[in-house]
């Protein structure tokens, strides 16, 4: 529960700083609820329809299950709706709830990504499908994975420049002293001991018709 309040507040604090970013108050944010750790959504439906001028976008922080069915409950009241969603989300499993429901559910989803498009062509997906392939024939490749293959990558390359005196101390030293890695992912990568995030870029897709995430800029 710590983990899910944590994300939510870290999406609204994002907004916000958009928000402000655009000389807009963020005092003009709505925020819906839904029970947490379910797919009851209606006291967030009733809140948007009840709204005399509703937004023309919504930022969901949310599991796939409960932004699935609100966009079900939500997509024929206000058919211009667009939906955007943290990479929390399950990228795949909300493209498939959404792609079951047919076609018009897919439209004006946005999922915003901490690793470029698995549709794309940087060096790193190039080698991350191949790997896939190779030992999970079959399988269909999707953000979580990637992100895993990004960060063994990260992890092995520190393994490299540790040498043969490894220690746990010497391995966090030298995932510490990471800077401007190139990974083939169009931006660099880098750690420090105040620093742990790696990756600072985020990624925008965007669902088509088919179900498919296509890669859109987000400036």
């Known amino acids: 529960m710590f983990l899910m309040m944590h994300l939510v507040r870290r999406g609204f604090s994002g907004v916000a700083k958009a928000f402000r970013s655009l000389g807009l108050a963020d005092t003009s944010i709505v925020r819906f609820n839904y029970k947490r750790n379910t797919v009851d959504v209606d006291e967030a439906v009733n809140q948007l329809r009840a709204m005399k001028n509703p937004p023309k976008a919504i930022v969901m922080v949310a599991t796939y299950r409960a932004a699935a069915k609100f966009i079900e409950k939500t997509r024929d009241l206000f058919p211009g709706m667009i939906y955007t969603n943290m990479s929390i989300v399950g990228a795949t499993a909300l493209a498939q709830e959404l792609s079951l429901l047919g ?31 190779a030992s999970s024939p079959g399988e269909v490749p999707d953000y979580i994975s990637l992100e895993g293959f990004i960060a063994a990558n990260l992890l092995i390359d520190a393994l490299k420049r540790c040498g043969p005196q490894l220690d746990t101390e010497r391995l966090v ?38 179900g498919s995430y296509q890669p859109i800029e987000l400036e």
Do not use: C
């Open 173 to 210: 030293e030298t995932l510490e002293s990471s800077r401007k890695l190139d990974m083939g992912l169009g931006v660099s990568l880098g750690l420090s001991r105040g620093d742990h995030q790696a990756l600072h870029k985020v990624w925008g897709t965007q669902l088509d018709k088919s």
């Open 103 to 133: 076609p018009r559910f897919t439209e004006n989803v946005i999922v915003t990504q901490a690793v470029p498009a698995v549709s794309g062509y940087s060096n790193t997906v190039l080698e991350f499908k191949t790997a896939l392939a």
